[in-house]
């Protein structure tokens, strides 16, 4: 007696499979994006509370938030390396820069030279880019800030002013 089976698949079991295993990928991606908007935020606050201890070195040093003991003010603006302030150190500098690369959005710096000076950074977060900043400054301040829901450089600029100081409102 001969069997005549033959072995294999059959079209729809393989396109049952294929469907599946395309379902399960879809919410495996979703998943990881949102993730990585989370680690991203995490990156952006990490980099931005270290700026806090490198410009109280800056503070030790030279009596206020400078790169001398003469710094030139920063109004509040897009975030630059500019000369002669507080942004001009190596190591504040590629905090920011590090913030600002994570985010992928908009960036403030200011920093005054009134007295002893005080400085405020805020950078758009990723995962909720839309309504969230993230705010540091001299005072001790590391708040999350929520914006209007249609970020632009000037309502992010409002957030780290306050008066003529630079604080996180």
């Known amino acids: ?32 994006n949102t993730a990585r908007a989370k680690g991203a935020d995490a990156a952006i606050k990490a980099n931005l509370a270290n700026i806090r201890a490198q410009a109280e070195l800056l503070y030790d040093q030279y009596g206020g938030y400078g790169v001398d003991a003469s710094p030139t003010a920063f109004s509040a603006g897009t975030c630059a390396e500019t000369a002669d302030t507080l942004f001009a150190n190596s190591t504040i500098w590629g905090q920011v820069s590090a913030a600002v690369s994570a985010s992928g959005g908009l960036s403030s710096c200011l920093s005054t030279v009134t007295g002893t000076g005080s400085w405020a950074v805020g950078v758009q977060l990723k995962a909720n880019s839309l309504t969230e900043a993230w705010c540091v ?22 957030l780290i002013t306050d008066g003529t100081y630079a604080k996180c409102d």
């Open 1 to 32: 007696m001969k069997n005549n089976l033959q072995k294999g698949f059959t079209l729809i079991e393989l396109l049952v499979v294929v469907a599946i295993i395309g379902i399960l990928a879809s919410v495996v991606l979703a998943s990881l």
């Open 137 to 158: 400054d001299s005072y001790g301040a590391s708040t999350l800030e929520t914006l209007d829901g249609t970020p632009a450089q000037a309502e992010l600029n409002a």
